[in-house]
């Protein structure tokens, strides 16, 4: 499924994306993350496509308050979860490039 037509819990294996694509899988599943929020990398982000690393730390803005949100809103255990961003670094179109805030807990 396109990274950008995935939506609010929606389960995802990894953070792969291949030609813009990502496995979708029900819920829960081994290996699996649940998309916990989908959005953009925000208006912090370089309009040029960045190195993964420097995408990488505009994900972990943008995702971790809504991640942790999602954890305390259902009393989730704060040391378990591994927190996931998946984005198409390909297919980068700014700011407004999608993004998705994912959760697998152990």
Not at 32 to 40: F, N, P, Y
Not at 45 to 65: F, K, L, R
């Amino acid at each position: 499924m396109p990274v950008g037509d995935v939506v609010t819990d929606q389960c995802i294996v990894g953070p792969t994306v291949t030609d813009g694509l990502v496995d979708v899988v029900d819920c829960p599943r081994e290996g699996g993350a649940r998309v916990v929020a989908v959005t953009t990398f925000g208006t912090d982000a370089p309009q040029q496509q960045p190195e993964a690393p420097i995408a990488d730390g505009y994900a972990n803005v943008a995702c971790d308050p809504l991640i942790e949100e999602y954890v305390a809103e259902n009393e989730l255990p704060e040391a378990g979860p591994i927190y996931l961003y998946v984005y198409a670094i390909d297919e980068w179109t700014g700011p407004e490039t999608p993004l998705l805030c994912g959760l697998r807990v152990l």
